[in-house]
């Protein structure tokens, strides 16, 4: 099968992991700015990371024949000093046009602080002013529901943003409805053993359906899994879903919501 997956951290992941996708049947990426296993001491810090996932990580992906698309932001984790937060805000604007950015992300809620909720705002601002796509990261756990409200409501406060160019990734059966009932898209995270199993997803899809939802594996520096897309969609394949509701969240969904931007451009 070919798939995408449109949330995975390849700079966390060895290139034996872009050969292993690969094989599966990858053959498109998106890769949201997020933590980098520790807290960046400084603005430059955050340039290079750019510039790595503008420069180096679509050359690793393309010796295997996978399109490495990116998103940019200050991720939640790291935004809850407002100054510093500002001051890598400030870099993005000269990231903007390199070819492989899709939009601003992932951006968010941690701990569902005041300063998180006021760079979160900045950022949606940002996308707007520059006319981007927008990726949502949701607290985790206890907080998710509170904090998926709160980011919903800070998005429809700027009301120049169409929630259909707003994907809000790792819900869960708790929050999924709220965003679907905001007009956004919904991303299912696939990991072992937190946010969303494989039979977890599954059971969303079934009660919830198949439209503006799609699956991922975040792949990130903890317990994941890069071929969790995959994987995923064998289950549901156990469970007799049609192939086209398992192409739809695998492939479908993911092209048509990324396909906003005139940039995600890959080979039918």
């Given amino acids: 099968m070919r798939y995408i997956d449109p949330h995975i951290h390849m700079v966390s992941r060895t290139t034996d992991d872009y050969r292993h996708m690969a094989l599966a049947g990858c053959v498109a990426v998106t890769e949201p700015a997020f933590w980098a296993g520790f807290d960046r001491s400084s603005p430059q810090g955050f340039y290079d990371y750019f510039r790595?996932?503008?420069e180096t990580e679509p050359r690793r992906a393309a010796a295997h024949g996978i399109k490495h698309f990116t998103w940019l932001c200050i991720n939640p984790k790291e935004a809850e000093d407002p100054v510093f937060a500002r001051e890598?805000?400030?870099l993005i604007p000269d990231f903007l046009d390199k070819p492989n950015v899709l939009g601003?992300?992932?951006i968010g809620l941690n701990k569902n602080s005041c300063n998180e909720l006021s760079i979160l705002e900045d950022q949606i601002a940002l996308a707007d002013r520059?006319?981007?796509l927008i990726l949502v990261h949701t607290p985790h756990l206890e907080d998710k529901l509170k904090g998926t409200r709160l980011i919903i409501d800070a998005i429809r406060r700027n009301t120049r943003i169409d929630p259909g160019r707003v994907l809000i990734d790792h819900v869960e059966e708790h929050t999924v409805r709220a965003v679907?009932?905001?007009?956004?898209?919904?991303g299912m995270t696939l990991y072992p053993d937190s946010k969303c199993t494989a039979q977890r997803a599954a059971d969303i899809i079934e009660v919830y359906g198949n439209e503006r939802i799609w699956i991922n594996s975040a792949g990130?520096?903890?317990h994941s899994d890069p071929l969790a897309v995959p994987k995923a969609a064998l289950e549901m394949r156990r469970r007799?879903?049609?192939e086209a509701s398992i192409q739809n969240v695998t492939f479908d969904n993911p092209q048509k919501f990324l396909g906003q931007s005139p940039r995600f451009k890959i080979d039918e």
């Avoid at 679907?180 to 919904?186: I, K, P, S, V, Y």
């Fill in 240 to 242: 007799g879903h049609l």
């Fill in 220 to 222: 990130d520096w903890g």
């Fill in 52 to 54: 790595q996932l503008t």
């Fill in 88 to 90: 890598v805000i400030a």
């Fill in 180 to 186: 679907l009932d905001a007009g956004m898209w919904a």
């Fill in 130 to 132: 520059h006319n981007q």
């Fill in 104 to 106: 601003i992300g992932e």
